[in-house]
């Protein structure tokens, strides 16, 4: 892997990451209201577990991301 820049105000040329963004914010950070910051990030795992353990992804089939990269969750391919 190797990391690349964008142009410096450009973010439709990252549009990938921009949507994950998008869905952070929308799904866990401001989906309900936190006590504090740090009960938000106390919260962040549960989400990304879900994330990608249990929520379908309808740019790829409906299915979720680690059926995608593994076969039954056990076997990855």
Not at 62 to 76: E, H, K, L, V
Request: hydrophobic content about 35%; charged content about 20%; overall charge positive.
């Amino acid at each position: 892997m190797t990391q690349k820049f964008i142009k410096p105000h450009c973010p439709w040329t990252n549009g990938k990451v921009e949507r994950l963004n998008r869905t952070l914010a929308a799904e866990w950070a401001y989906a309900r209201v936190y006590a504090s910051n740090t009960d938000r990030a106390i919260a962040l795992p549960t989400w990304l577990n879900y994330y990608n353990l249990d929520r379908a992804h309808l740019g790829i089939d409906g299915t979720t991301p680690i059926d995608r990269i593994n076969n039954g969750r056990g076997q990855y391919i």
